[in-house]
Antibody
């Protein structure tokens, strides 16, 4: 079955750009929407944005100015870049497949913003 | 943006209890609502989509209802493995939103 795995640096300095990749295995990345979600420790879920395999994107308005998502169908991967990070961006970051709901999730990766 | 509220935010219940969680949207979202269960240290798990459709593999004690602005998640007989936090999510607009969550704890 389809599995997702997030990867990227666990520590990012303030003002720098957070970069994460989600690798899709066990199925094709094509013809689906894919999302990024984050969760600060002890808090709720925040939807970051979604990307279709054509490259079409929608972002959370509160993060839109700092977020860029991209997709690489040849590698079965999609990516997140979040610029100008602060401590408030410290969270567990999840990737997920979007259908009528988010039916497949990665295990999550913790990103800490600190100097 | 469409905002979601959940009530209660915290619920204390016993094994065997019937539990109902409510999710309200700030504007109509038809049936574009999903429910998730999250346990500590784990990714959320999809329980219900399209407001009332049970995700494959999810026990039938979970059910969802509602449309428009008011939705409910019901657990007909709470089991030990059901103690967790539950989130609703709207997928109606181009900007998805999660509710703040309802933590279900052991009484």
């Amino acid at each position: 079955q389809v599995q997702l795995q997030e990867s990227g640096p666990g520590l990012v300095k303030p003002s720098e750009t957070l970069s994460l990749t989600c690798t899709v295995s066990g199925g094709s990345i094509s013809s689906y929407y894919w999302s990024w979600i984050r969760q600060p420790a002890g808090k709720g879920l925040e939807w970051i944005g979604r990307i279709y395999t054509s490259g079409s994107t929608n972002y959370n308005p509160s993060l839109k100015s700092r977020v860029t998502m991209s997709v690489d169908t040849s590698k079965n991967q999609f990516s997140l870049k979040l610029s100008s990070v602060t401590a408030a961006d410290t969270a567990v970051y999840y990737c997920a497949r979007v259908m009528w709901g988010m039916d497949v999730w990665g295990q999550g990766t913790t990103v800490t913003v600190s100097s | 943006d469409i905002q979601l509220t959940q009530s209660p935010s915290f619920l204390s219940a016993s094994v065997g209890d019937r539990v109902t969680i409510t999710c309200r949207a700030s504007q109509g979202i038809s049936s574009y609502l999903a429910w998730y269960q999250q346990k500590p240290g784990k990714a959320p798990k999809l329980l219900i989509y399209a407001a009332s459709t049970l995700q494959s593999g999810v026990p039938s004690r979970f059910s969802g209802s509602g449309s428009g602005t008011e939705f409910t998640l019901t657990i007909s007989s709470l089991q030990p493995e059901d103690f967790a936090t539950y989130y609703c999510q709207q997928l109606n607009s181009y900007s998805f939103t999660f509710g703040p969550g309802t933590k279900v704890d052991i009484k």
